[in-house]
């Protein structure tokens, strides 16, 4: 039994493994949810690497997003990835797509300079593959606030993100993995990002940070850069 067991989170790590160069996602947003009725769209570019090998090809994706506001605190999104690393043919790289639901915990009538926090829940899967799922809870935490640019007042967003991420053959409705599995063959990732406001419905966005399974020393750096459209 043990030994089925270590073959089991051997081969849990390589498909852990494999996950880890394509199936990468967050808000691109701070903790702030959307309003009721309005939407939201993403574009943007990822790059990852090895952090233990400055030699290895980076991997590139490029990723396009949607989101709305369902009611008061909640919103929900989804997104598509698509692998466009060096010699990846099309159709042939690790492409994506996930859904995810946020809600506000803290500062739901969205005060500036107060802390905000939110929960988000979702699923991600690999296009051409029927029975591998990801499932991933994600804390939010950060702020937003105003200053002045130009004479007028620009909002800047500060936000970190810590993710934590599950494959298994179907969706899990009610985050039990979370503390039922093995800390240590969790996928967690730590995210730090800023967005900031050039008009009200046009926002870049940058965030930094690393994947990893068992230590964070090991695992993947990746860096997003992209531009958050807001509609009412």
């Not at 808000?27 to 959307?34: A, I, S, Y």
């Not at 990723?63 to 698509?82: H, Q």
Request: proline letters at 3%; a negative charge.
């Amino acid at each position: 039994m043990r030994l089925m067991n270590k073959i089991r989170d051997i081969i849990t790590l390589i498909i852990l493994a494999g996950f880890l160069l394509g199936c990468y996602a967050t808000t691109h947003r701070g903790p702030r949810t959307l309003d009721p009725g309005q939407v939201s769209a993403s574009t943007s570019y990822l790059r990852f690497n090895d952090a233990d090998d400055d030699d290895d090809d980076p991997g590139e994706l490029v990723l396009v997003e949607g989101r709305a506001g369902l009611v008061k605190g909640i919103d929900i999104g989804f997104m598509r990835t698509f692998e466009i690393s060096e010699g990846v043919e099309s159709g042939e790289g690790i492409d994506t797509y996930w859904f995810d639901s946020k809600f506000q915990l803290l500062n739901r009538n969205n005060l500036l300079n107060k802390p905000t926090m939110s929960l988000g829940y979702g699923f991600g899967k690999l296009v051409n593959e029927d029975d591998l799922w990801v499932n991933t809870l994600y804390l939010l935490m950060g702020g937003d606030s105003y200053h002045l640019m130009g004479g007028e007042s620009k909002n800047i967003s500060l936000f970190y993100s810590f993710r934590y991420e599950w494959i298994d053959e179907e969706i899990n409705w009610i985050p039990s993995w979370a503390w039922e599995e093995d800390f240590n063959e969790i996928r967690k990732a730590h995210i730090m990002g800023i967005e900031y406001e050039i008009n009200k419905n046009f926002k870049p966005v940058i965030e930094i940070g690393r994947f990893y399974v068992e230590d964070f020393s090991d695992g993947l750096n990746v860096l997003t850069a992209g531009i958050n459209l807001y509609m009412k």
